[in-house]
């Protein structure tokens, strides 16, 4: 009986397929995956956020390159974000093309792993996916909500290249480079 219960309560979890990370309790049902720390919606009157962490994207050699122009099975998936090393940048894949998301950075500091990736990855929202990643999120009416940091230039004293956040002061996308905030609204 109880395996049937654990059985029930992981199919229930895949179905919802919503993850906390640094927190008990998702807070939006159209999030896929959220991050804790205080949000500048959810701060009940306090506009400080004490949060300081965010997610930093995988670093590769080199973004690939690929013969086909058009989004295909052989290219990422539109909205695919990496820290290439080559060009210091943080680079958004977006209809066959990659966009410079930032200005050159340095790659000063950065750990190169040494090991070979195998598999697809983690995979959020679905038990499979036609994309490969190191994180895929998959899911037809749920987002990723990025963590919340009010003017991450002043309060994460480390940064690392790749870091990506909500900046609750600007309302805006904030990456670091290595060297400088990027801003998207």
């Given at each position: 009986m109880?395996?049937?219960?654990?059985l029930?309560?992981?199919a229930?979890?895949?179905?919802n397929?919503?993850?906390?990370?640094?927190k008990?309790?998702?807070?939006?049902?159209?999030?896929?995956?959220?991050?804790?720390?205080?949000?500048a919606t959810?701060?009940?009157?306090?506009?400080?956020?004490?949060?300081f962490?965010g997610i930093?994207?995988?670093?590769?050699?080199i973004?690939p390159?690929f013969?086909?122009v058009?989004?295909s099975?052989n290219?990422?998936q539109n909205g695919?974000?990496?820290?290439?090393?080559?060009?210091m940048?943080v680079?958004?894949?977006?209809?066959?093309?990659?966009?410079d998301?930032?200005?050159t950075?340095?790659?000063?500091g950065?750990?190169?792993s040494?090991g070979t990736?195998?598999?697809?990855?983690v995979?959020?929202g679905s038990?499979?996916s036609?994309?490969e990643?190191t994180?895929?999120?998959?899911?037809p009416?749920?987002a990723l909500?990025?963590?919340?940091i009010?003017d991450?230039a002043t309060k994460?004293k480390?940064?690392y290249?790749g870091m990506?956040?909500y900046?609750?002061l600007?309302?805006?996308?904030?990456?670091?480079?290595?060297?400088?905030w990027?801003?998207?609204k």
């Amino acid at each position: 009986m109880k395996q049937y219960i654990l059985l029930l309560f992981l199919a229930g979890n895949l179905l919802n397929a919503q993850v906390a990370i640094g927190k008990s309790n998702i807070t939006s049902i159209s999030s896929i995956l959220e991050f804790g720390g205080e949000t500048a919606t959810d701060s009940s009157g306090d506009t400080e956020t004490a949060n300081f962490r965010g997610i930093t994207l995988p670093t590769v050699t080199i973004s690939p390159t690929f013969t086909a122009v058009t989004p295909s099975s052989n290219n990422p998936q539109n909205g695919t974000f990496l820290f290439d090393r080559q060009m210091m940048k943080v680079r958004m894949f977006e209809n066959g093309k990659w966009i410079d998301m930032t200005d050159t950075g340095t790659v000063t500091g950065i750990i190169p792993s040494s090991g070979t990736e195998t598999g697809k990855g983690v995979i959020i929202g679905s038990s499979t996916s036609n994309a490969e990643g190191t994180l895929i999120l998959e899911s037809p009416n749920k987002a990723l909500v990025l963590p919340h940091i009010k003017d991450p230039a002043t309060k994460v004293k480390s940064p690392y290249q790749g870091m990506m956040c909500y900046d609750t002061l600007s309302n805006s996308i904030a990456i670091f480079d290595g060297l400088n905030w990027s801003y998207w609204k």
